[in-house]
Each structure stands twice: as C-alpha cells, then as structure tokens.
C-alpha cells in the first residue's frame, strides 16, 4: 500500500510543474504592452534601437515569479499565432529577453517588417490571457 | 628544381626533346602494401589478382575521373590529373572498391593500396612522367597507411572546399631526398572509414566497461556477504520512510548516487551511514548498491578511481581533431566561412541524460532537481548551470571536463563532412529529432538520448534533441573568430552561444552551421547541452 502510495504522488509531482505551467499567469487587467519605439509604418536606415513600454505590470527576470511581473519577448516577423499552453518559441524570430531587458539593438535585412512584443511569465508562457503588444509593420532602408 | 629524377630508379635524365612539356598536374601516385608478402604467399594468384585490379578498377576509374594512367610498376601505378578534385576523387573511388574486393577474403590476402597525391610542375613524356612532383606523390604514398589516402598542402588547399570530406592535417613531414617540408593531409574519405575507428575504439571501451563490471559485482558480493549477518532486511526493504517523499521523483530509479558523492573521499563514514535507519535521505535501497563500488577501489586507497567510480560519467568519444571550413553562407550569423584547427579532444556521444544531472543536483553541487525520464536529455538549464554541471564533474572524477566550444560543436557536429546536414545537403526524416521532422508525432517530449541516428563521428542528436550550449559568448558574426578551435570568450558576456536545433524548431535549425544566443542566465525548457573532456 506504501509504495503505491509512492508512486502516486511521485507521478503527481512529477506532473505538477506542467500542470502548473499549463496556462499562463493572470494577467492585470490594464496591463499594456507598447512599442516606445519604433513606430507602426516607421522607416528605418541599418541597426536601430528597440524599446519596449509596459504598464500596470513589472519587467523581471525569467525564471522569477513574483506577482504581476514578466519578461519581454519580441516576435519579428511571426505570423502563426500564439500558443497559449505552450512555452514562446525560442528561435530566431522569437528573440527573448530573459535577464529583464527593456530595449536591445535590431539588425534586421532591408524590407518590410513585422514586430510584436509578448510579456511571458517565469516560464516563459503569455500571460493569461496573453499580454501582446500592436502588431507594428516598418521599412528597413 | 635541383634534379629531375625518375622516381623509381633515380635515374637523372629525361633532356632530349627540345621544348620541355612541363605542365601543372595533379599526380596520383598508389601502391601495394605489402607486396612482396603477397608474393611470397602466392605468386601467381597475387599477380594476377594486382592486373585484374588494374584493368577493372584503377584504369577505368582514372580515366573516369578524365585522368591518364602513366605508368604501372609491378606494385604500383602513377596517374595525372588536370584537376586535383578529381584527382582526389579517383584516390577515394580506388580505395572504397578495394574495401569490398577484400572483405571476402581473409586479411593475410588483402591487397591494399597506400596512395599519395600531390601537386607539381611535371614534366610528361608519352610513357613516363619527371619532376619533384612526383618524387613528393611518392614519397606520400610511402608514408601512407595501407588503405589511406595522403594529399599534399598544395591539394588540400584546392579541394578543401569543393569535396565533401574530412581531412586530417598531420602537419608538415620531412620526406626522403626533398629539402622542404611537405604538409601533409589525410583524407577521411568516408563516413563508413570513421565508423571503422569508432568499433575500435567502442571495443575497448566495452571491454573496460565490462571490467570495471565485474569488479563491481565482485564487490556487491562480498559486501552482501559480509553484512547479511548485520542487516538482514536491507536489500529486500525498498520501502523508505514517508518523510522523504519529496525526493521521490529524483530518486524513482536505481538512479544517482544520492547522498554518498559528496562523502566519497573515505569509504568509513559512508558504511556507517548505512547502517543507522533513522537517517532521512539515502533510501536503503540506494545505500546498498552504491557501497560495494566504493569497497572495492579501498584497498588500493586510490582517491581518483575511487570517485570515478561513484559518478555516473557521461559517454564520451575521442575526436582526433582536425581542420575543417566552419561556417556557412546562409545566415549572416555563420558568415565567413573560415578554416578552423581543432585539437584532439572528446565530446559527450548524448547530450547531458536528466539521470546525470540529478547526481549532480543530489551532491547540491547543481541548482536544480531535473524532471522526467532518466535517459531523456536534461533541459531547461541555464549557461550557467551547464557550467556548474561540467564543474562537478570535473571535480569528483578528477578529469579536465568542461563545455565544448562553439568550433569544437561545429567540428564535432559536421562529422568530417562539409554539407548542410551530416548526411548530406538535403533534409532527411528520422536523423535528428525536429519539429515536424517526422510523419510520426512524439508525444513525449523530448525524446530519450540517442533514439535517433548517430553522425559520422558517432554522436548523436547533434541538430536535434536539445539546444546545447556551448562556451563562446555571442559574436554576431565570426568576423575577428579565434580560428584555433578556442573558445571566443570576453569576461563578461550577457549571452552565450547555443548550438544545434531542438525539438520544437524547424528541420532549418538542424543545419551543422547554424548558431543562436541565448541569456548567460536564463534558463529555457529546449535548452540542454553536451560536456567536452580536453584530452
């Protein structure tokens, strides 16, 4: 009897972190996440800096739990949508922000391209439900 | 050019006609190992095999390769080429036929060719060809092992980009009768060539590994013999307190070593430890395997083997090191393509197991308890947790292990080939483990270590599985790459390198160039990696 007991709650551990992971962490209600810059349409020459705005939430570490807080993920070029049960893709047009970045600098090749930022949680799973900026096009030169 | 020579028989000579024919040409120089031997053997039989071998496979396949057959000499041939790729081509296409014409027969028959080729001014008449080109393609065929192919710096330096092989830099050689050193490069011609070392090499291991066996199934009896008066009851109570359930998913299996790592220097205390129930974490169960390995290393009173023994180490396998084209032209990241040597070292056959990791995690020497399978890979590590790992390891088996470099990744990843994949320029289903890769889902992710095919070096999931980190900080580029195998590292680097493809990114990541960054300290749930032992 004590080793079944054992192996359920082993099992049950073991499936906690997923269970618990499955969907992200309430989102705050207002919480907005905007481009500082650049702008939706603006034209670009080479490298440029991008920033990131959040309000009514906290940027943190990955990794870090504490309430109401995040980490910054930028999707350029993306058009499949997000999978809520699943970790944001790492690759590279999931450019992640784990150590708690709120700018970093873009090369990207001349053309028409798409930006957005997601807030993932400690797992690096959206927020429920997803906390996503405006999905903003621009013109590199 | 000093003297012109016949190679054979050192003849000075060859003026009479009146404009020289010199040209450039690549000379392909082969012959018999062993011949006399063969000759002693069988006369007749060897004889007749050599000219069969001759008009069915060396002259056909010289003139394949748009090559002319010189001469032949009774062990011998030599052949010129316009275009040293082909050149080298016909050496390898020799080689690889002779392979099968031998499997058939037993080893003292074997006809094996040693063949060297070389880049030169010649000078060719109808029947023969003069020069110290020659001389040089010769002199590589003598050093040559039976079987090898050796090409010269001036080949190397034409096809190193054009054939899909590995080579071998043996560094610059003092041949008989020429001044100047001549650099020397082995071709590994094929990925069937590499897997012939690695059987060797898993010989031995396979050996050692079933010593190192019986020594400790020696020692497990002896152990139970000596304590079955004491404690009756231990091996047959694999029960343990409830108090310790926490533990339970770490501990599921005949898993790490648990407790006793960290205590392992002397072998009294760890006795001892067994013996009093109340103590909380080690299980009985753990306790009771775990001692007789270490009993048996005491009476040597070795501190090394000792600790060797309580570790799980991962699988490794020596890689002799080499140059090779790193990098690839289609992603900025991987550009340029540069030469890089890397030296001798060993590389992890699997990614870091969850089973191996958690004997580091259980000596509190690594940050986290990993869950899932044993043999699948551990993941969501951070750069800097891989480092602790490979610290740890380091320091309980007393061996240089450490992460790989990027290059060393690369080198290790490529497997002696030059293509997109290991197997080739085109994707294929069932090599490594990718997203959408396979008709067949998967529904446990990630899949166990070494499910899926091994490289040409025999290591596996390299493209696939886990990303895995390696030791360079993140370059945008390589431009301004050390190109000595090292790794590029600054003090302090927010993001590091990981390398190869995971299950959840596309078969494009799979690619041997392909590279990415990830934050030094931040951990992700694909991101695994590999550990390196310098040799």
């Known amino acids: 009897m004590k080793f079944m007991q054992r192996i359920v709650l082993a099992a049950a551990l073991t499936c906690l972190p997923f269970a618990a992971c499955a969907q992200g962490k309430p989102a705050h209600k207002e919480a907005l996440l905007y481009f500082v810059w650049p702008q939706n349409g603006t034209i670009i020459k080479g490298g440029f800096w991008c920033r990131f705005g959040l309000r009514n939430m906290g940027v943190t570490h990955a990794g870090d739990t504490y309430p109401n807080s995040g980490h910054h993920h930028l999707l350029v070029d993306v058009n499949e949508p997000l999978n809520p049960n699943e970790p944001i893709p790492q690759d590279k047009s999931h450019l992640h922000f784990g150590a708690g970045q709120t700018e970093a600098r873009i090369e990207l090749p001349p053309g028409k391209h798409t930006l957005q930022l997601v807030l993932g949680d400690a797992d690096h799973f959206p927020f429920n439900p997803p906390v996503v900026s405006q999905k903003i096009t621009i013109t590199v030169k | 050019m000093a003297q012109i020579r016949d ?7 060859a003026p009479p006609r009146e404009p020289m024919p010199r040209r450039l040409a690549a000379i392909v120089a082969g012959d018999i190992s062993g011949y006399s031997r063969l000759m002693q053997i069988d006369e007749e039989g060897t004889h007749n095999r050599v000219k069969r071998i001759e008009r069915d496979l060396i002259e056909p396949s010289i003139v394949e390769h748009q090559g002319r057959l010189v001469k032949t000499t009774g062990d011998g041939f030599i052949a010129i080429f316009d ?8 050496s390898i296409v020799i080689q690889q036929n002779l392979i099968g014409r031998n499997a058939a027969l037993p080893k003292h028959h074997w006809i094996e060719y040693r063949i060297g080729v070389n880049l030169g001014d010649v000078i060719i008449e109808a029947d023969d060809v003069y020069g110290d080109g020659v001389n040089i393609a010769t002199r590589l065929e003598g050093i040559a092992q039976p079987g090898e192919v050796y090409i010269s710096g001036g080949i190397y330096e034409q096809i190193k980009h054009k054939l899909v092989c590995g080579y071998e830099s043996l560094g610059d050689r003092h041949v008989k009768n020429i001044t100047d050193p001549v650099r020397v490069y082995r071709v590994l011609s094929d990925p069937a060539a590499l897997q012939q070392n690695r059987k060797r090499r898993e010989g031995v291991l396979i050996f050692l590994l079933g010593l190192a066996l019986l020594f400790i199934a020696g020692g497990a009896l002896w152990y139970m013999l000596s304590q079955t008066g004491k404690l009756p009851n231990l091996a047959s109570a694999p029960v343990s307190p409830p108090a310790e359930v926490q533990q339970a998913p770490a501990a599921k299996q005949p898993a790490p070593p648990v407790q006793p790592a960290p205590p392992a220097p002397t072998v009294a205390p760890t006795q001892q430890q067994a013996a009093p129930q109340p103590e909380p974490s080690p299980a009985p169960k753990q306790a009771a395997p775990l001692l007789p390995s270490a009993s048996p290393a005491a009476p040597t009173a070795q501190p090394a083997p000792q600790a060797a023994a309580s570790v799980r180490e ?17 992603d900025v990241s991987e550009k340029p393509i540069r030469q890089v040597t890397v030296k001798p070292f060993a590389m992890g056959k699997f990614p870091v197991s969850v089973q191996e990791w958690n004997a580091c995690a259980a000596a509190k020497a690594c940050g986290f308890t990993a869950t899932g399978k044993d043999d699948a890979p551990v993941a969501n590590v951070s750069w800097s947790d891989a480092k602790q790992y490979a610290a740890w390891l380091a320091e309980t088996t007393r061996k240089p292990y450490r992460l790989p470099s990027e290059a060393e990744w690369e080198y290790a990843a490529r497997g002696g080939t030059q293509t997109r ?3 080739g320029d085109q994707f294929q289903p069932g090599m490594v483990n990718c997203k959408n890769c396979s008709d067949i889902l998967i529904t446990d992710q990630p899949v166990k270590v070494g499910s899926l095919k091994p490289n040409p070096f025999g290591l596996f999931d390299m493209g696939g599985g886990v990303d895995q980190w390696v030791e360079d900080c993140w370059h945008k580029n390589y431009q301004g790459a050390p190109a000595d195998g090292s790794a590029w590292i600054e003090n302090e680097c927010p993001s590091r390198v990981i390398r190869s493809g995971s299950w959840r990114k596309d078969s494009s990541y799979a690619r041997t160039a392909n590279r990415g960054s990830y934050d030094t300290n931040v951990r992700y749930p694909t991101h695994g990696f590999r550990v390196a032992l310098s040799l």
């Open chain 2, 83 to 90: 275009s040293p790729v082909e050149a080298v081509r016909c």
């Open chain 2, 421 to 423: 994949y290991w197997w």
């Open chain 2, 314 to 330: 991962p699988e490794m396998i020596s890689l002799r090191g080499g140059s090779f084209a790193m990098g690839s032209n289609e």
């Open chain 2, 7 to 13: 190679i054979k028989t050192g003849r000075v000579g």
